[in-house]
């Protein structure tokens, strides 16, 4: 009797499963077929199975044009801002969760409403403001930049996981001896691990994926992928192939990176997993 | 192993293309001098990702910058991004640009801003100015970047006709002839009429549909997208008789009270009929920009419709995207009643004229340098290989090369029609608020297409919206 | 406790300033302009208006029209993601072979840039020759984003649905890693079956990290602009022209800057106030638990 109901659940999540992935891979399947065919084969009626593939879509980009080149700036911006706000969010989300600071929930609501804001409307003033200061179409300005997006929110998501840390931890260890930093260090990061690393993923995917700014302030040099991609779309035809051909490109390190910060998460999973 | 050797042969050759089109230059001398003051100098400059702007890309800046020294970093971006990134610079005076791809329709809310620098200190400077540069060489599109004093503001390298495009081979072929004969009593032929446009595009999309084949009579950009609102203004409006959008010009006002002919019977018919038409279209049309009508096109299962020229180098000539290869003509819009005389006689017009010019901002910083570049991309004799290249026409002396002959059979016959008739077509009217002019017509006109709201109600609601925006921008 | 008030602040400063430096100053920017009357395409140049703009808004039937669109999308959104994610991210507490090997299938639509996703969806669903609308019809539904209003609104929900239900998981999922472990042993002991852990230990346990979720996935929805484009422009007609879409339109194609201001600062002011009643409700409601 045990064993047929545990059977059933396992049988319920595999069909949730397979759903689910099926859900999920097909678009990304589609893409894959996009990249695969020319312009004609596209505009040709819904084909499944190619027999051919058009591996124009892939070498073109990367051999002939600069794509190379923004998909490395992506990675640098997309790395160097997830760096910049992880350190900065678990530093200030520290003291937010465990400190008395007068206004200190007027000051943590403040940093999220810089997410709120509209994107759009920046435009104007950033671009008076980073022209001024020279950070136009560099790299180390985007980095900057995408912290007014990424860095409340991993505020916000890491303070619900550091509140979910029993205090008693980090006031043992203080008691022990431990400076305020050490607690930092040695108790806390170490207890949010887990949540630490979703927030890496997700801030790295949100600078990784951004567009607007990225479009009005780079210019050559800076420029990253998303831009990229917005350059097959032409008033003479949007070049659909080559642009699936560059979007499962960029799935490969997005899908290291994930895979990587995923372990730590398995790790805290075990940790805190309901046992059944 | 033989798509690798491909692979190959095809880089070699892109790299062989720049020197085989630049071994040609008139007057190598002359530039090298003019620009030796000029030398490590790196210009900007941004443009759309468009044939002639990737051929100048791909080819004009490397022969330049190994002539001249000049170093030349040319952005080609989104028709959106690029408007947005100028206007940005151009606002801000941050001085990036030195040089900007000015779209015709574009160019008067830059000249109303006073964006742009006067090019005729330029031209009539003999230091600067390439001794074959040839001013009057350019046909008359040039008329639309001077100023209201002839100042000059921009260099035509991109113009196209947005026109009518039609299947030869459908339209040939005997058994769909003698068929169209029997169902209308008239012969199948290219219409000068709407009304024979309507038959027409009924006749194959029925025919399609008898035979069981993928055929459809018409084709629009039908999405709610800027290019919805400017198929309206340009393509379907002139040929009925409603130009400049419907606005009054004098005094800038569009509704029928106000002098304009926004919400006049016939803009509202011609509306209508745009609106009932597209059950002749495949079923996706309402999912069109400019971009699908004319992949659409390129599958063959369009018999006819408008489309921007710009495509039809590719419609002609590429096969990966076409299957209508030498099976295309072109030929001018049908239209209304006493239409055509009025732009026989320059009172009207039945089509659009568009194209792009290379400008320089006020704030650039690097102004020579870039007017060297312009010409540089302009010359006379890089003309009918640029013509090849991005399939289009800017100097009467580049219709008389033979190359244009060739080209011309391939494309239907287009250059005769742009030599011949394109004093019949028009560019955008001069309007400085365009843009936010075309973000509201779309937002009505979509809804008309969508069946939201009547083509009475919308164009009354539209006319009434446009003339309060007008006086609210202080026109 | 033994830490000075100086070390506190230094744990927060860096983040203050920077906030302040790329924060404040555009928002100062953006609250002087809402007093101007100004579009790049004006012939008058800034005309100081008072709050003039901020009252059209209230009148403007297309921006209200728009507001109520954009409320509906991230209403819908909100309610199928949240509870979506959250059966999802439970599942995957459970040890079942190829977990590993969902769990990553799951996390790649948040790979793909919203740009593409939109172009790709384009051609998904494109009416002449999109896979979907080969599918649909062949269970006999007419589906045509381009003329129909709901299909096209369902589809951007469900866009918006396939992007981003992973986030929430992912989140939901480190929540899940972080919570003790004493409160399960405990319900173990008292023989409580899983739904009753679930309902009374892991959803209150739980709550921050819902809370967060739900307050990123609103402001991030209410703001949704890429993809949307791409597939819909906004339309057919006005039927997806979402408050975002709206002013980013009124931003980049009208350039008008400041009656998009005076858009942008009232459509801050209604997130905050949203986030702000979500919050004191259900901290009321906590605390009558």
């Known amino acids: 009797m045990k064993i047929s109901k545990k059977g059933l659940r396992l049988f319920f999540i595999y069909v949730l499963c397979i759903l689910i992935a099926i859900a999920t891979l097909f678009p990304i399947y589609w893409t894959f077929i996009i990249s695969a065919q020319s312009k004609l084969e596209i505009f040709s009626g819904p084909n499944f199975f190619p027999s051919t593939f058009h591996s124009e879509n892939y070498t073109r980009p990367f051999l002939q044009d600069v794509y190379g080149r923004y998909l490395a700036n992506s990675l640098i911006v997309a790395t160097g801002n997830t760096l910049l706000v992880i350190v900065l969010a678990v530093m200030s989300t520290y003291a937010f969760s465990r400190f008395q600071i007068p206004g200190s929930s007027n000051i943590f609501f403040w940093t999220i409403t810089n997410r709120m804001a509209p994107a759009a409307v920046f435009i104007v003033p950033f671009f008076l403001i980073f022209s001024r200061l020279g950070l136009r179409d560099t790299r180390i300005g985007l980095i900057i930049l995408y912290c007014i997006f990424n860095l409340p929110f991993a505020i916000w998501l890491l303070k619900g996981m550091m509140d979910s840390i029993p205090k008693e931890l980090d006031e043992a260890a203080m008691i022990d001896g431990c400076s305020i930093w050490g607690v930092l260090v040695r108790v806390i990061i170490p207890l949010a691990k887990p949540g630490i690393m979703v927030t890496a993923i997700l801030t790295w995917i949100f600078a990784w994926n951004e567009y607007l700014f990225a479009s009005i302030l780079t210019n050559v040099k800076a420029r990253t992928i998303t831009t990229g991609l917005i350059e097959f779309v032409t008033v003479i035809g949007t070049n659909w192939g080559e642009m699936a051909a560059v979007s499962m490109v960029c799935l490969i390190p997005a899908v290291v990176f994930i895979g990587i910060a995923q372990q730590h998460i398995i790790t805290g999973l075990t940790f805190g997993a309901v046992k059944d | 192993m033989r798509r690798r050797l491909l692979t190959v042969v095809f880089v070699l050759c892109f790299l062989l293309v720049p020197t085989m089109v630049f071994a040609q230059v008139a007057n190598p001398d002359w530039w090298k001098k003019a620009a030796e003051p000029y030398k490590g100098v790196v210009i900007h400059g941004v443009s759309e990702s468009t044939p002639p702007s990737k051929a100048i890309a791909e080819i004009a800046v490397p022969a330049f910058e190994e002539l001249t020294g000049i170093k030349v970093e040319l952005e080609t971006t989104s028709w959106d991004e690029m408007y947005n990134k100028e206007i940005q610079d151009m606002q801000a005076g941050a001085g990036i640009y030195d040089f900007v791809y000015l779209e015709q329709d574009a160019v008067y809310s830059y000249m109303e801003q006073d964006w742009l620098t006067d090019l005729t200190p330029f031209v009539d400077n003999a230091d600067l100015t390439e001794p074959d540069f040839d001013l009057p060489d350019f046909t008359s ?81 039908a999405k709610t997208h800027p290019c919805l609102a400017y198929e309206l203004c340009e393509t379907i409006w002139p040929p009925w008789g409603v130009y400049n959008w419907g606005i009054n010009l004098e005094n800038m006002r569009t509704s029928v009270e106000n002098g304009g002919t926004l919400n006049s019977d016939t803009a509202k018919e011609a509306l209508g009929w745009y609106v009932d038409m597209l059950q002749y279209a495949p079923p996706g049309v309402r999912t069109y920009t400019w971009d699908e009508a004319a992949a659409v096109f390129g599958t063959g299962i369009i018999a006819q419709g408008f489309l921007y020229m710009e495509n039809l180098g ?36 039945i089509g659009y004229y568009d194209g792009g010019a290379w400008g320089i901002p006020y704030c650039s910083k690097n102004k020579e340098a870039a007017w060297l570049f312009i010409q540089w991309c302009t010359r006379k004799e890089w003309q009918p290989e640029f013509a090849e290249l991005a399939t289009t026409v800017v100097r009467k002396s580049a219709f008389e090369d033979p190359i244009i002959d060739e080209l011309n059979v391939a494309m239907g016959g287009y250059y005769t029609v742009m030599q011949e008739k394109g004093h019949l077509f028009a560019g955008c009217p001069p309007l400085p608020m365009q843009t936010p002019l075309n973000e509201l017509y779309l937002q009505w006109i979509s809804r008309a297409v969508a069946g939201e709201v009547s083509p009475e109600e919308c164009l009354d609601n539209l006319a009434k919206e446009a003339d309060e925006l007008m006086e609210e921008l202080g026109y | 406790m033994r830490v000075k008030k100086t070390q506190v602040w230094g744990l927060i400063s860096p983040t203050l300033i920077l906030m302040i430096l790329i924060g404040v100053i555009p928002v100062i920017y953006v609250i002087y302009l809402s007093v101007f009357k100004y579009s790049v395409f004006s012939k008058t140049g800034m005309v100081y208006v008072g709050f003039d703009n901020f009252r059209k808004l209230v009148f403007d039937a297309s921006f209200l029209k728009s507001l109520s669109l954009g409320l509906t999308f991230v209403a819908i959104c909100c309610l199928v993601e949240i509870p979506l994610g959250l059966l999802i991210a439970n599942v995957l507490t459970y040890e079942f072979k190829g977990k590993g090997v969902f769990r990553t299938i799951m996390a790649l639509p948040l790979a793909m840039a919203p740009v593409s996703i939109g172009s790709m969806w384009v051609l998904l669903t494109n009416p002449d020759v999109g896979p979907l609308p080969y599918f649909l019809g062949k269970i006999g539904v007419d589906y045509n984003i381009g003329v129909n209003a709901t299909q096209a609104f369902a589809t951007t929900v469900f866009m918006d649905v396939w992007h981003w239900t992973p986030f929430v998981i992912l989140t939901f999922m480190a929540g899940l890693a972080s919570l003790p472990k004493d409160p399960y042993e405990a319900s173990l002991v008292d023989g409580a079956n899983r739904w009753q852990t679930f309902r009374y230990i892991t959803l209150p346990l739980l709550r921050p990290v819902i809370l967060t979720t739900l307050f990123i996935r609103i402001m991030d929805t209410f703001r949704v602009f890429d993809e949307v484009w791409m597939l819909t422009s906004g339309g057919p007609g006005t039927a997806t022209r979402f408050v975002s879409i709206h002013l980013v339109r009124e931003v980049l194609r009208s350039m008008n800057y400041g009656y998009s201001s005076a858009m942008s600062l009232f459509l801050l002011y209604l997130t905050i106030v949203i986030c702000w009643l979500l919050l004191t409700f259900i901290s009321i409601s906590q605390e009558e638990v």
Do not use: C
């Open chain 2, 141 to 221: 599109f040039i008329d639309y970047f001077k100023g209201k004093d002839g100042e000059l503001y921009g260099i035509p390298f991109e113009a196209f006709l947005k026109t009518y495009i039609y299947r030869t081979d459908l339209f040939n072929d005997s058994d769909i002839q003698a068929a169209f004969k029997e169902k209308y009593g008239y012969d199948l032929a290219v219409p000068t009429t709407w009304e024979q446009y309507e038959d027409i595009a009924k006749f194959f999309t029925e025919y399609g549909k008898e035979k069981g084949i993928e055929l459809y009579g018409h084709v629009a950009q």
């Open chain 2, 314 to 349: 590719w419609l002609a000539h590429d096969p990966d995207r076409s299957v209508v290869i030498g099976k295309v003509a072109i030929d001018i819009p049908p239209a209304k009643p006493g239409v055509m005389e009025a732009a026989e006689a320059g009172e009207g017009y």
